[in-house]
């Protein structure tokens, strides 16, 4: 793994992990009324699209090891350039779908990695 890449999938777990926070115990009905609710859970997924976007540029053997890498630059590139009016029930659905494996996968990851350089 190269030195960089834990602190890429430190990002990633970090948003990951905010947008499990932000949706919990949420409906889809008060998701979709939330204008800030859906720009929070937007701006983490940025957040780990870009990781795994430089984490695939310069680790590409270290991002294939993260399930869905190529959906989760996908879903980045989408809410960045809005290449067409973004579906907030697309948004809702992967933010309430199986994150937990990946959140499992990149903490497995990182253990791998283990601790950072000093």
């Known amino acids: 793994m190269q ?8 990002d990633l ?3 990951t992990k ?3 926070e932000f ?4 409906t889809w009905e008060e998701y ?5 609710l859906r720009s929070g859970v937007e701006r983490q997924f940025e957040i780990a699209g870009e990781a795994m976007s430089v984490l695939r540029k310069e680790d590409p053997d270290t991002a294939a090891r993260v399930p869905e890498v190529h959906k989760i630059i996908g879903m980045r590139n989408v809410l960045i350039h809005g290449y067409a009016e973004i579906s907030n029930l697309t948004v809702w659905r992967t933010a309430t779908g199986d994150l937990q494996s990946l959140v499992e996968a990149v903490d497995a990851l990182l253990i791998e990695a283990g601790p950072p350089a000093s």
């Open 18 to 20: 905010r947008i499990q």
């Open 23 to 26: 949706v919990a115990g949420k």
């Open 3 to 10: 030195p960089r890449a834990a602190a890429l999938l430190w």
């Open 32 to 36: 979709a009324a939330d204008v800030l």
């Open 13 to 15: 777990l970090t948003a």
